[in-house]
């Protein structure tokens, strides 16, 4: 399996503010100037002096090309980058076959994608998976090019918030194949019914060589997360799920601490995990804000804390694990703190925390 890594943004999608693209640019600058003053040290650097011409240094007279080739002979280390969009991932299975979980903004560049790897072939089809309605996981489906291609062919699972969210009833050329996993809630039945086949939740769902499992999490909307597996490996898909901190009297308290057994029992072993995190505890419990954000109580959110999944991450003997979701009231140099705090805590040992960065890739 291959994974890729589209949209880890939560809650809505954010674009870097002018502060943070001038820090960025500052660090990048002091990356290669540093590259640069080494080089120099060694070619032609002598008693504090440089001993060679501008010209000799760049290979020629001083121009954009010659300036780009001299840039490019450095391998510039890149600050980390953790994306705007919001959730969507792409599983490519060996023999051919593409699955998406879920459909936030990050969904129009995995289309974009999608669509130039399938170039002219006629049979194309693309198994989408989705968590929740929520728009941070649904916004990004009427604006994907592999809607509007009458060539290809969507099978669309999820619940029936999901499904209605998307609205692929609308005029879209593509084929679409929805399928709604697991049996109405009252809230549901009481709509007017889906035109959709139905599949039992938790009953495995075969793509390829690759079986997918659904299972209920805590949020409070209802949502699903996925457990793959494929030739051994195993890639678990959860979202927006929270483990209980607040009232434990409060009847969302069993209810997650039920839901928390789900995650606990699909991600036993797992290769790659892929959590909401959203959360530090002082910020969940309504110590601390998020950036410039009130402190505020965040129980019942239907999130998650980032020490929890660390915890559990450990528990479960997860080999990596991806915290996502981020609240986008966390600026880049926080998450870029964060995650390096998370990487050291867990560092040297058998199961690697990080926090998940758009277009990264993983392969199992």
């Known amino acids: 399996m291959r994974i890729h890594l589209y949209g880890t943004q939560g809650s809505g999608s954010v674009f870097p503010s002018r502060e943070e693209r001038r820090d960025l640019q500052r660090r990048s600058a002091i990356g290669f100037l540093k590259l640069v003053f080494e080089d120099l040290s060694q070619r032609g650097y002598q008693l504090g002096h440089i001993n060679r011409t501008v010209e000799e240094i760049v290979g020629g007279p001083v121009t954009d090309k ?84 009458a060539r290809n062919r969507l099978h669309i699972y999820g619940n029936h918030q999901f499904l209605r969210a998307l609205d692929f009833n609308r005029v879209m050329p593509a084929k679409f194949e929805p399928c ?18 139905t599949h039992p939740l938790e009953a495995p769902i075969v793509v390829g060589a690759a079986t997918i499992t659904a299972f209920e999490v805590f949020h409070p909307a209802p949502c699903l997360a996925y457990r793959v597996e494929h030739g051994g490996r195993v890639f678990v898909f959860c979202t927006d799920h929270e483990l209980w901190h607040g009232d434990p009297a409060h009847p969302s308290a069993a209810r997650s601490l039920e839901a928390e057994a789900r995650v606990v029992k699909h991600a036993r072993d797992a290769d790659l995990l892929y959590r909401d995190g959203q959360y530090l505890r002082a910020e969940y419990d309504g110590v601390m804000g998020i950036g410039g954000s009130t402190a505020i109580s965040r129980a019942g959110w239907g999130h998650s804390c980032i020490e929890d999944i660390i915890e559990m991450a450990a528990a479960c003997r997860v080999r990596r694990t991806l915290i996502g979701h981020h609240d986008p009231n966390r600026d880049w140099l926080e998450r870029n703190w964060l995650d390096a705090s998370v990487v050291r805590r867990t560092r040297g040992g058998d199961n690697r925390v990080e926090f998940a960065r758009a277009e990264t890739v993983f392969e199992l």
């Open 66 to 149: 010659t300036l780009t080739a001299y840039a490019e002979r450095f391998d510039v280390p890149e600050p980390p980058l953790y994306g705007g969009w919001t959730t969507c991932v792409r599983v490519e299975i060996a023999d051919g076959h593409e699955i998406v979980f879920d459909c936030g903004s990050g969904f129009r560049n995995c289309a974009r994608d999608l669509q130039g790897k399938w170039a002219d072939q006629t049979e194309r089809h693309l198994y989408v998976f989705g968590s929740h309605g929520h728009p941070d996981h649904t916004e990004g489906f009427s604006q994907a090019a592999v809607c509007f291609d």
């Open 180 to 197: 709604a996993l697991g049996a109405d809630s009252p809230e549901e039945a009481a709509r007017p019914s889906l035109d959709c086949a």
